[in-house]
C-alpha cells in the first residue's frame, strides 16, 4: 500500500525574541504570572513587512534542505493559517511562486490552532489518492498581527512562527511497523465557536478583527478532546501509548500539555516542548516542535510520533506517524 511518509522537516523564527519581563513593559503582567498558568518564557514575533508567507517560504527551504530536494521535486503545497498575507490568493501560492515553482498545485487550510493536522490528513488523503507524490505541508502564522493589545487575558500568549513537514508517495508493508502517516482523526464542533474566534472578517466587518476567547472554557474542552483524538488516532494505527516513542502536541500551554499527556498514559519524557520559546503560535506549533526536535536527535528515524492540537471552532485531531 501506498503510505505519505515524512522525508524532512524545517522552521523557521523570526529573529525579535519578546519574554515575559521585556512584555510585562507594555502589558500588565509579570513572568511569574504568565509562567505559571502557561509555560510560556518567550515569543517570536515578526519584524514590520515580514509576512506569514515569509515565514512559511523560510521553513519550506529549510524542510527542502533538510530533506535533501528541490522544490522542483514537490507537486503540492498545503499551508495551514488563519492569519494569511491576503484574503486571497491563498499564502501558499504566494510560497509556490516564493519557491520557484512553475507547476504543482497549492492552497490553504484554515483549521486554527488544530490547523497542521488537518493539512496533515489533507495531504496524507491526496497522496494515498494518488493525487500528489511529494506534497509540502506547511503551517504558518503571524498571531502578533490579530492580538488585542490591550487584553492581557490574551495578549501574553502567542507567537509568530513556521515550520514544514514533507511528505513523499511510498510503497509500503501496510503494517504499524511502516513508516509514514499510519492514522489520523479530525473532528470539529460549531457549536463552539464563541469560545474562541476573531471579532472581525471579510463577510460580516469588512476588517480584520482581534482575538477573543474564553480561556477557561477551551481549557476545558482541551484535555478530554484532545486525549479522545490522541487515543482514537492509536487504535486506528494499531499502537498503543507503550509503543509511542514521542508525542508532539500542539503547543499553547504547559499545563494542557501535561494533563493531555497522563490521560493518554504517555511519561512526560516522551512529550516534545517548545511552549516555553514559542509561545502558541497556532497552526505552525506543531511543525515547529516537529523539525526542533528531529534537528535536536530527539526525534529519529523510525520513531513512532503522536501528534494533537485544538482551536478555535472548535476543530481538533490527532496524528499518528512514524518518522
Ligand atoms: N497577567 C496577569 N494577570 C492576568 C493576566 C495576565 N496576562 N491575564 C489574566 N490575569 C488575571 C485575571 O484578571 C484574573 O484576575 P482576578 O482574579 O483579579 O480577576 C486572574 O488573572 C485569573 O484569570 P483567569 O482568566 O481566571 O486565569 P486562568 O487561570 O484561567 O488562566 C489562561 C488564563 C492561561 C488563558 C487559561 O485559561 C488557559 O490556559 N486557557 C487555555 C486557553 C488556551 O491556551 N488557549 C490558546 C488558544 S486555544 C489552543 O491553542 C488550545
Same mark, same amino acid.
Given at each position: 500500500?501506498? =503510505?505519505?511518509?515524512?522525508?524532512?522537516?524545517?522552521?523557521?523564527?523570526?529573529?525579535?525574541?519578546?519574554?515575559?519581563?521585556?512584555?510585562?513593559?507594555?502589558?500588565?503582567? $509579570? *513572568?511569574?504570572?504568565?509562567?505559571?498558568?502557561?509555560?510560556?518564557?518567550?515569543?517570536?514575533?515578526?519584524?514590520?513587512?515580514?509576512?506569514?508567507?515569509?515565514?512559511?517560504? #523560510?521553513?519550506?527551504?529549510?524542510?527542502?534542505?533538510?530533506?535533501?530536494?528541490?522544490?522542483?521535486?514537490? *507537486?503540492?503545497?498545503?499551508?495551514?493559517?488563519?492569519?494569511?498575507?491576503?484574503?486571497?490568493?491563498?499564502?501558499?501560492?504566494?510560497?509556490?511562486?516564493?519557491?520557484?515553482?512553475?507547476?504543482?498545485?497549492?492552497?490553504?487550510?484554515? #483549521?486554527?490552532?488544530?490547523?497542521?493536522?488537518?493539512?496533515?490528513?489533507?495531504?496524507?488523503?491526496?497522496?494515498?489518492?494518488?493525487?500528489?507524490? =511529494?506534497?509540502?505541508?506547511?503551517?504558518?502564522?503571524?498571531?502578533?498581527?490579530?492580538?488585542?493589545?490591550?487584553?492581557?487575558?490574551?495578549?501574553?500568549?502567542?507567537?509568530?512562527?513556521?515550520? @514544514?513537514?514533507?511528505?513523499?508517495?511510498?510503497? %509500503?508493508?501496510?503494517?504499524?511497523?511502516?513508516?509514514?502517516?499510519?492514522? %489520523?482523526?479530525?473532528?470539529?464542533?460549531?457549536?463552539?465557536?464563541?469560545?474562541?474566534?476573531?471579532?472581525?472578517?471579510? $463577510?460580516?466587518?469588512?476588517?480584520?478583527?482581534?482575538?477573543?476567547?474564553?480561556?477557561?472554557?477551551?481549557?476545558?474542552?482541551?484535555?478530554?478532546?484532545?486525549?479522545?483524538?490522541?487515543?482514537? @488516532?492509536?487504535? =486506528?494505527?494499531?499502537?498503543?501509548?507503550?509503543?509511542? *516513542?514521542?508525542?508532539?502536541?500542539?503547543?499553547?500551554?504547559?499545563?494542557?500539555?501535561? $494533563?493531555?499527556?497522563?490521560?493518554?498514559?504517555?511519561?512526560?519524557?516522551?512529550?516534545?516542548?517548545?511552549?516555553?520559546?514559542?509561545?502558541?503560535?497556532?497552526? #505552525?506549533?506543531?511543525?515547529?516542535?516537529?523539525?526542533?526536535?528531529?534537528? $535536536?536527535?530527539?526525534?529519529?528515524?523510525?520513531?513512532?510520533?503522536?501528534?494533537?492540537?485544538?482551536?478555535?471552532?472548535?476543530?481538533?485531531?490527532?496524528?499518528?506517524? =512514524?518518522?
Amino acid at each position: 500500500m501506498i =503510505r505519505a511518509v515524512p522525508i524532512g522537516a524545517g522552521h523557521y523564527l523570526p529573529k525579535n525574541v519578546v519574554t515575559n519581563s521585556e512584555l510585562a513593559k507594555t502589558v500588565d503582567t $509579570s *513572568d511569574d504570572w504568565i509562567v505559571t498558568r502557561t509555560g510560556i518564557q518567550q515569543r517570536h514575533f515578526a519584524a514590520d513587512g515580514e509576512y506569514t508567507s515569509d515565514l512559511a517560504i #523560510a521553513a519550506a527551504k529549510d524542510a527542502l534542505e533538510n530533506a535533501g530536494i528541490e522544490a522542483s521535486d514537490i *507537486d503540492s503545497i498545503i499551508l495551514a493559517t488563519s492569519t494569511p498575507d491576503q484574503t486571497f490568493p491563498s499564502t501558499a501560492t504566494k510560497v509556490q511562486a516564493g519557491l520557484g515553482m512553475t507547476s504543482g498545485f497549492a492552497f490553504d487550510v484554515q #483549521a486554527v490552532c488544530a490547523g497542521f493536522a488537518f493539512a496533515m490528513t489533507t495531504a496524507n488523503s491526496l497522496i494515498v489518492a494518488g493525487q500528489s507524490k =511529494r506534497a509540502l505541508v506547511i503551517g504558518a502564522e503571524t498571531f502578533s498581527r490579530i492580538m488585542d493589545w490591550e487584553d492581557r487575558t490574551t495578549c501574553v500568549l502567542f507567537g509568530d512562527g513556521a515550520g @514544514a513537514v514533507i511528505l513523499e508517495a511510498q510503497e %509500503c508493508e501496510g503494517t504499524p511497523n511502516d513508516r509514514g502517516i499510519l492514522a %489520523c482523526e479530525l473532528s470539529s464542533d460549531g457549536n463552539y465557536n464563541d469560545l474562541l474566534y476573531v471579532d472581525g472578517g471579510v $463577510s460580516s466587518t469588512q476588517t480584520t478583527g482581534v482575538l477573543r476567547m474564553q480561556g477557561q472554557e477551551v481549557f476545558k474542552h482541551a484535555v478530554s478532546k484532545l486525549a479522545a483524538a490522541g487515543e482514537t @488516532a492509536m487504535e =486506528r494505527a494499531g499502537v498503543t501509548s507503550d509503543d509511542v *516513542d514521542w508525542v508532539v502536541p500542539h503547543q499553547a500551554n504547559l499545563r494542557i500539555i501535561k $494533563s493531555t499527556a497522563k490521560k493518554m498514559g504517555v511519561p512526560m519524557e516522551k512529550v516534545v516542548l517548545t511552549v516555553h520559546n514559542h509561545g502558541n503560535t497556532s497552526a #505552525a506549533s506543531i511543525p515547529l516542535a516537529l523539525s526542533v526536535a528531529v534537528k $535536536s536527535g530527539q526525534i529519529k528515524r523510525g520513531n513512532l510520533v503522536l501528534t494533537e492540537a485544538i482551536g478555535g471552532g472548535l476543530a481538533w485531531g490527532a496524528v499518528v506517524f =512514524r518518522w
